[in-house]
């Protein structure tokens, strides 16, 4: 990965958005790939969109959502915490201690998530997981006066940002799921604006909304831009962990590709011509199993107006839902890399019918 694509992957990874709040996000996202596109704009739903061949009518759509997961602020104690609700799925286990980002009126605001010391705890306390709802953000306030001058109930909370880089060409870092993802969509464009993209070919690259909580932003934008073809580009686990049962994640490893795979949600040319380009260009690809449509952004894009064939690419992933998620940057550029290639072999004339 190159110096300027990297620099975008961590200062994508560095915005605070959980699903509903993705404008800084958004921001960074659209500064970047609109240097590359012939046109780009927001809609309504609060999708950013870049595009190469706006005038063609053949249409392919990428989608990476940036979203993340996170909290909003459900209540304010006496003593001045914050008490606050998911906003997608938490793993209240891994919760305590994070340092968090509070999104408020007055700016963004530092705290940490704070629940009884383990000294204080009984000795059954010590055996079990505490629910989100004993828990609270520690904003440092004095009392509920204090904490109301600045936060206020509907602020989103955020993991703080929290980029490294591991041995390996690994990194970790909260987000992941699926800012990884944005980042391919917008590095298609910029590699496809230096290729010789076929001007009949319009490719809509797509940083979605609030896929966390419904895939919402892939309705909206699968609508509006009414595709022939769609890849959506998600997070996908990997099984090179202890106690992992490979039985059913499959083989998969950091390093070795993205993810591909077969099933429902997978049109089978385009599943197919995702193979044989990787086969053909030498791209290092591992396979998953997909029985069922999924909670990615593909499963909606597939059944928008008439329906569209679709594929589902993953980012491998280890400790998805938590503040470290962690992915290779090899795999992402790998992930870009097959998609362009893959959308450079396919014109108007493609059948994509099974």
């Known amino acids: 990965m190159n110096a300027e694509s990297k620099k975008f992957l961590t200062q994508l990874l560095a915005q605070c958005g959980p699903s509903g709040f993705e404008e800084s996000a958004q921001s960074v996202w659209l500064k970047r790939t609109k240097s590359f596109a012939d046109k780009s704009y927001k809609d309504i739903h609060g999708n950013a969109y870049a595009v190469l061949n706006p005038q063609a009518d053949f249409r392919i759509m990428l ?204 049109n089978k040319v385009l599943g197919q011509l995702l193979i044989s380009t990787a086969k053909s260009k030498k791209i290092p690809y591992q396979f998953a199993p997909l029985g069922r449509p999924g909670g990615t952004d593909t499963a909606m894009i597939q059944v928008s107006r008439e329906g569209v064939a679709t594929a589902l690419i993953g980012v491998p992933t280890r400790y998805m839902h938590t503040m470290v998620e962690t992915c290779n940057f090899m795999d992402v550029k790998h992930t870009a890399q097959l998609i362009a290639e893959t959308i450079l072999k396919i014109t108007p004339k493609t059948d994509f019918i099974p």
Not at 65 to 87: R, W
Request: hydrophobic share 40%.
């Open 63 to 266: 989608a990476g959502h940036c979203d993340e997961i996170g909290f909003v602020v459900s209540s304010i104690s006496e003593e001045g915490y914050l008490y606050v609700n998911p906003i997608g799925g938490i793993d209240a286990g891994v919760l305590p201690g994070s340092q968090v980002k509070v999104q408020t009126a007055k700016g963004w605001v530092d705290g940490v998530i704070g629940k009884k010391a383990i000294h204080l705890m009984t000795a059954d306390e010590r055996k079990k997981v505490f629910p989100l709802k004993d828990m609270w953000v520690d904003i440092g306030a004095k009392d509920q006066a204090d904490a109301k001058k600045i936060a206020a109930v509907g602020d989103p909370v955020s993991f703080a940002p929290n980029f490294i880089e591991l041995k390996n060409n690994n990194f970790s870092s909260k987000g992941c799921d699926d800012k990884t993802g944005a980042f391919v969509v917008s590095e298609v464009i910029k590699i496809l604006s230096e290729s010789k993209l076929r001007k009949d070919v319009g490719v809509y690259s797509v940083a979605t909304v609030q896929e966390e909580v419904g895939l919402r932003g892939a309705i909206t934008s699968s609508y509006g831009v009414n595709p022939k073809a769609a890849i959506a580009v998600d997070v996908g686990h990997t099984s090179d962990l202890p106690d992992v049962d490979k039985r059913h994640v499959g083989e998969i490893t950091l390093g070795k590709g993205p993810l591909l795979h077969n099933g429902p949600v997978i």
